[in-house]
């Protein structure tokens, strides 16, 4: 019931872009992004609820395809800072909880 | 200042020890959750708790017992039935927990436990 995550590591330049996708298995109700840094605890990045529009933060958004039970992160020229692993969570209709499996990404100069 | 805070930040323990890992949050969050991370890979839910005195095993519970006796506390014990206890453990809590509502979990700096 993990939801699964893809890619699982991606490396990019400063100011390239970067998609992350999250899936499950499941119907969802809704899709929480985090971020963790190396050594440190997960932050809250955003939340998407069934039937709720396309979120963003900055230059980093994310959609909810509720039919397809994915959702997707998108980094847009993405800054040093961005590195950490992001991890989906996804809510579904049980109120049953699971964090994905993590995707670790890496931005150099 | 809010938050969660978790002790020790670092943690040794021998085989066949029993350890206890502290959580506390002045967030007045109902819910609180422990969670189990191991090198690459994604979090684990071990127990969660929605009310006082009430709680909940998560995917992973063999080996772990908590007590939820505070709002505010939610200690985990790692007991020595647990077989591979070496891992990061995290602590999290949120305002309720409840399906459906825009809840988000706040999590703790973390304990790493290693088993000497």
């Known amino acids: 019931q993990q939801p699964v995550q893809s890619p699982q590591a991606v490396i990019l330049r400063e100011g390239e872009d970067a998609v992350i996708n999250c899936s499950s298995s499941?119907?969802?109700?809704?899709v929480h992004w985090y971020r963790q840094k190396h050594g440190e605890a997960p932050v809250f990045l955003m939340i998407?609820?069934?039937?709720?529009e396309q979120k963003g933060h900055e230059k980093i958004s994310a959609s909810f395809n509720e039919k397809k039970q994915q959702s997707s992160l998108y980094l847009t020229a993405s800054q040093l800072s961005y590195s950490g692993t992001y991890f989906c969570?996804?809510?579904?209709?049980?109120?049953?909880?699971?964090f994905g499996t993590g995707t670790s990404l890496t931005v150099i100069p | 200042d809010g938050g969660i805070t978790q002790s020790p930040k670092y943690l040794f323990r021998k085989e066949g020890q029993n350890v206890t890992l502290s959580c506390e949050q002045n967030l007045n969050h109902d819910a609180m959750y422990w969670y189990r991370q191991d090198p690459g890979q994604g979090l684990r839910l071990i127990y969660y708790s929605q009310i006082v005195n009430d709680f909940q095993k998560g995917d992973i519970a063999e080996g772990y017992s908590v007590s939820r006796e505070k709002k505010e506390s939610f200690p985990l014990t790692v007991t020595s039935a647990q077989k591979n206890p070496t891992a990061f453990y995290l602590c999290?809590?949120?305002?309720?927990?409840?399906?459906?509502?825009?809840?988000?979990?706040?999590f703790g700096p973390g304990t790493r436990l290693t088993v000497l």
């Open positions: 999290a809590s949120s305002f309720n927990g409840l399906a459906g509502s825009t809840d988000t979990q706040y």
């Open positions: 499941k119907a969802l109700y809704s």
């Open positions: 969570g996804t809510e579904n209709a049980g109120n049953q909880f699971y």
């Open positions: 998407l609820l069934k039937g709720g």
